[in-house]
């Protein structure tokens, strides 16, 4: 049971850009949630995954998508990246969506240019 | 809607007890968490409430009331390792987490 992990760690894009975040469960966890979390504030919900369907998403732009592996890995996909969209980006896993066993993982730390 | 408020700063003294309120109005609800984050890194999980009443785990201790909507978690004896962000979260339909800003708290010697 190795927790979760997420790559990179930190990232500089420009305006415009594509980018592919990506989580590793942990072991034995078949749900995972993404967050933005901008500097100072609390993270903010983005989107839900559970076995490999999206079953449930925060207010965000379609540009934000994702993708759940038979793993249960998964990325988080942002296009036509924005100023706003620099922030830290946090993945939870858990068992059948159970908030008790939420893990997080150390967050990919973006930056906008 | 969803709304969680938590104080934004707090400063405190090492040895001291500082207590960090919640108050929500959330669309459902399953329960309350609070995690603690250090800069940078992962949010750590500290405390789950369901049910009314006080829940203590050492030094740490959060307590829920439903019908205000109403939480705090109460930190004692404190160190200077426990400066950190503290966030409040509400689990609610879907098992989705919908959080607070955050509270700043600063320990100081």
């Known amino acids: 049971e190795t927790g979760v992990t997420q790559s990179p760690t930190h990232l500089i894009k420009t305006r415009g850009q594509q980018v592919t975040l990506r989580c590793s469960s942990q072991s034995g966890h078949n749900t995972v949630s993404w967050y933005q979390q901008a500097l100072g504030q609390g993270p903010q919900f983005i989107f839900q995954?559970?076995?490999?369907?999206?079953?449930g998403r925060g207010n965000f732009p379609p540009r934000f998508s994702g993708l759940q592996f038979p793993n249960y890995s998964s990325e988080l996909n942002v296009n036509a990246l924005e100023l706003d969209d620099s922030a830290l980006y946090l993945c939870?896993?858990?068992?059948?969506?159970?908030?008790?066993?939420?893990?997080f993982g150390s967050g990919t730390r973006l930056t906008v240019v | 809607g969803q709304n969680i408020d938590q104080p934004t700063e707090m400063t405190a003294t090492e040895g001291a007890i500082v207590q960090i309120n919640c108050t929500y109005q959330t669309s459902g609800f399953n329960g309350l968490f609070w995690y603690q984050q250090h800069a940078g890194e992962a949010p750590t999980f500290l405390s789950y409430n369901v049910l009314d009443g006080l829940e203590e785990k050492g030094r740490f201790s959060s307590f829920l009331s439903r019908s205000k909507g109403y939480s705090y978690l109460l930190l004692k004896e404190l160190q200077m390792k426990d400066s950190a962000s503290y966030l409040c979260a509400v689990e609610a339909a879907g098992n989705k987490l919908t959080f607070g800003g955050g509270t700043r708290v600063l320990v100081k010697p």
């Open positions: 995954y559970y076995r490999e369907e999206e079953n």
């Open positions: 939870a896993s858990s068992f059948d969506g159970q908030g008790y066993g939420y893990t």
